[in-house]
């Protein structure tokens, strides 16, 4: 598994931000990011999924780097289609479907 430290990185630099503009965005002064992102530390979901929302990007996205979760032009007309994919037991396959669909009898 990659570092998710050096995988921010990656993103940060093939987007083309600054590090000051994403330490601006967070808060902090560019050489408290930098440090932050050099050291071999654990990164604490806080701070994961804010920096993912200043790259415009899933958090899964800057862990699985550079392979995407979800490839996004995959998926046609976000706004109007949802999928969900359930693993139930076979005697809860009906209730869940009844739950989902509604009652059509």
Not at 33 to 43: E, P
Not at 55 to 84: C, G, H
Request: aromatic share 8%.
């Amino acid at each position: 598994m990659s570092n998710i430290l050096e995988n921010i990185e990656a993103i940060r630099k093939k987007e083309g931000i600054k590090q000051a503009v994403i330490a601006e965005a967070m808060g902090v002064s560019q050489s408290a990011y930098s440090n932050y992102v050099t050291r071999s530390s654990d990164i604490y979901y806080e701070r994961l999924s804010q920096i993912a929302n200043i790259l415009n990007v899933p958090v899964i996205d800057i862990i699985t780097y550079p392979k995407v979760y979800v490839d996004k032009d995959s998926i046609p007309d976000q706004s109007e289609k949802v999928s969900v994919t359930f693993e139930v037991s076979p005697d809860k396959r009906d209730y869940l479907l009844k739950l989902v669909m509604g009652d059509k009898k």
